[in-house]
């Protein structure tokens, strides 16, 4: 099946500093990736919707320039958290869009900042 | 706005012990209903997508089906492996978003 890579699988960084997170499509070719921050408990919640060579589409309430995400090709996004402060401490998933109305989870990152 | 309600919350079985976990939703133009399957601390894996009231789906030991409302993930003889948390999630007509409930954590005691 196919199968979606997403590194690292857990990052500690102190406040301050930039994390950038990757997610790659390793058999299909994904037009469209998501990015998805879920909380102890919660539900996944929608940040933004990729798309290869276009920006991305934020949901309402995700800060853009905090949260950037570069979609280059049509087997890899990245989401680059900047400025990380303790508040952004979370478990970040990608998935991708693949054939049919299938989508593929990473395996997810867990965020910590000090 | 679209919802998507899970019940129960958590759910304890013992080895053997069929169940069934539910999910109601409210949504416009419903493009497909699915089911993912989350262990701690890793992504969701894809189960099921159900389109339309009346369809039903199996794997192994689950089985999906779906209303008009709601829908129902069976676990039938559920085993520990079994143990994870639920996810149930819709897509609705025009948009290719996903919205999630909060799951059902189900744990099977041996």
């Known amino acids: 099946g196919a199968v979606v890579s997403q590194h690292p699988s857990w990052v500690i960084c102190k406040s301050g500093t930039s994390v950038k997170i990757e997610c790659r499509s390793l058999d299909f070719q994904a037009t469209t990736m998501f990015w998805y921050r879920q909380f102890p408990k919660q539900s996944l919640m929608l940040m933004a919707t990729?798309?290869?060579?276009?920006?991305?589409?934020?949901e309402q309430g995700v800060e853009k320039d905090k949260f950037l995400i570069n979609h280059a090709s049509l087997t890899l996004s990245t989401l680059t958290v900047t400025s990380a402060h303790p508040e952004d401490s979370s478990f970040y998933i990608c998935?991708?869009?693949?054939?049919?109305?299938?989508?593929?989870f990473g395996s997810g990152t867990q965020l910590s900042v000090l | 706005e679209d919802q998507v309600t899970q019940s129960p919350e958590a759910l304890r079985l013992q080895e053997g012990e069929s169940s069934s976990l539910n999910c109601s939703y409210t949504v416009s133009g419903l493009r497909g209903l699915f089911w993912y399957r989350q262990d701690p601390g890793k992504g969701p894996e894809f189960l099921f997508t159900?389109?339309?009231a009346g369809e039903e789906k199996e794997k192994e030991r689950l089985k999906a089906t779906l209303t008009k409302k709601e829908s129902f993930l069976h676990i039938t003889a559920p085993k520990p492996e079994d143990s994870a948390t639920y996810l149930c999630a819709v897509r609705k007509g025009g948009s290719e978003k996903l919205v999630f409930g909060k799951g059902t954590k189900l744990t099977v005691n041996p």
């Open positions: 159900l389109y339309s």
């Open positions: 998935s991708a869009k693949g054939i049919g109305e299938k989508l593929f």
């Open positions: 990729s798309n290869e060579g276009s920006k991305a589409t934020y």
